[in-house]
């Protein structure tokens, strides 16, 4: 399916498919990004002259790799381990790394691309890159998530750098995992570099916010779209999927602007309390048990569902925070039903094409991940900024950075769609102004 896009692109986008075959995530993230720059190859033909736009579907390096490591009853496993490194046209690699069964390269490659143009709207010096492994943490030891880390960095640590590439978490990969991670690093090449990996403890070069910012930073985006149409969270039914990182503070802070959450999910179902979802709870099952969230109704007010999908919920606001493609077309058709106003991502790319398309059509206010998720990646910026100058800032000071970064995107997306003739587009604001730092980057930097 080629018809929405301008004719120049359409070779570039039959080249992704060529290239990269099976790998559906991958086409869905380009073909997203090239339908939003039709109005920019008509006012700047000198990105498709100089092949800005086909460099930028091709990634820099990718790099696969064997995980051997011993589990607990002595028995060797192998994983698989990925790097892509995508864009490094703004600054070094910089994208987290995902520990799941499903990850492939395909998913790898995905999420690569979409850091490079989020990386780029929070205005910070950050190329674009993405990793993981098909390892899946849960089930596993302690002991067992330390060799597996060990074993993947072992590898990894030749293609990382302060300078050169920089990882950091995103599904399965949480403080735990990136200190063992940080401490081979360390091992290995006898240096203390802080800056080459974000999302470490507080004790040892992390950040104050770090792991409240994709979460916080999404609600921070929604509070400014809320404003846009003059008003605000205060009493707004908030449901919210997944409750990991990002859904957890996201929660948090939707909470503190006095909305109510009254839904969180995990892969096992779904709990929903008229009352709000008590965080505090949620937080010990999930941070310090590793538990499911069907745990959560036990004596309490709440309902458990096992069948079914979060999107069922009525609710005003609806923030897919688990995973992508977890939001389709019949969920987006039930939520407009059930009187949806705002949807923003705070996973990366959870809305289907075709959920995308009947939430637009419905006039609901819809902000892509790659603009309204960005709080967590600014704020690894903002650490390797305090390791490079040996500092660390206080959490007001970092969490008002944050606030500002968001409100920055937020401005950048509107006007970008202002300026393209698409007032009030998110999507093509997010893309257009994404692509365009970058591509003008890669223009002054030559055909490299
Ligand atoms: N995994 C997060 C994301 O999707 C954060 C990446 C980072 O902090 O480098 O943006």
């Keep these: 399916m080629t018809n929405d896009l301008h004719p120049a692109l359409v070779p570039i986008y039959e080249t992704v498919l060529r290239r990269n075959p099976g790998e559906t995530e991958f086409h869905q993230a380009t073909y997203e990004v090239l339908e939003s720059l039709r109005p920019v190859v008509d006012k700047r033909p000198e990105y498709v002259e100089a ?4 460099r930028i579907c091709e990634p820099e390096r990718q790099i696969i790799f064997r995980v051997p490591w011993v589990d607990d009853r002595g028995k060797c496993q192998i994983n698989r381990g990925f790097r892509v490194e995508f864009n490094s046209a703004l600054g070094p690699y910089k994208g987290g790394l995902r520990f799941h069964p499903s990850v492939y390269l395909g998913i790898v490659k995905f999420l690569g691309f979409e850091q490079i143009f989020k990386n ?4 910070k010096p950050i190329g674009g890159g993405k990793g993981g492994s098909d390892f899946d943490p849960k089930g596993k030891s302690d002991a067992e998530v330390m060799r597996f880390c060990q074993s993947f960095m072992t590898e990894l640590y ?8 920089v990882p950091a978490g995103d599904i399965g990969v949480g403080g735990r995992e990136i200190g063992y991670l940080f401490g081979q690093y360390k091992r290995i090449t006898n240096r203390y570099e ?5 999302g470490k403890g507080l004790t040892w070069g992390g950040s104050q916010v770090r792991t409240e910012a994709t979460g916080y930073g999404l609600v921070y985006f929604v509070n400014e779209m809320l404003l846009a149409e003059n008003t605000t969270f205060e009493g707004k039914r908030v ?12 929660a948090e802070k939707v909470s503190q602007l006095g909305g109510t959450v009254v839904a969180l999910s995990d892969s096992g179902g779904y709990v929903v309390d008229e009352g709000g979802v008590d965080l505090d709870t949620i937080k010990d099952i999930k941070e310090v048990r590793r538990g499911r969230i069907s745990e959560y109704v036990q004596g309490r007010n709440a309902r458990f569902i096992e069948d079914g999908s979060i999107w069922d919920v009525p609710c005003e606001i609806a923030l897919p ?10 969920a987006a058709a039930t939520l407009v039903r059930n009187g949806v106003r705002v949807v923003a991502e705070g996973a990366n790319m959870p809305t289907t094409q075709a959920g995308t398309r009947v939430l ?3 006039g609901v206010k819809f902000a892509p991940g790659k603009a309204a998720n960005a709080g967590g990646v600014a704020t690894s910026a903002l650490e390797m900024q305090q390791n490079a100058s040996r500092d660390s800032w206080s959490f007001e000071t970092t969490d008002d950075r944050l606030k500002e970064i968001m409100q920055g995107i937020f401005g950048s997306c509107m006007m970008t769609a202002e300026e393209y003739g698409m007032p009030g587009d998110y999507v093509a604001g997010a893309n257009i102004a994404g692509f365009t730092q970058v591509a ?3 223009l002054a930097l030559g055909i490299i």
Excluded: K
């Excluded at 780029?120 to 205005?123: D, E, K, Q, R, V």
């Excluded at 449901?239 to 996201?250: D, K, L, M, Q, W």
């Excluded at 925070?321 to 019949?330: H, S």
């Design 51 to 54: 092949s800005v736009i086909e």
């Design 120 to 123: 780029a709207l929070t205005g």
């Design 158 to 165: 030749r293609h990382l750098g302060e300078y050169t590439d």
């Design 194 to 198: 802080a800056g080459v990996l974000t």
């Design 239 to 250: 449901v919210v999927s997944g409750s990991g990182n990002v859904a957890i503070y996201a």
């Design 321 to 330: 925070c688990a995973t992508q493609n977890e939001l389709d077309d019949a």
């Design 360 to 362: 637009r059509e419905a």
């Design 440 to 442: 003008d980057a890669m």
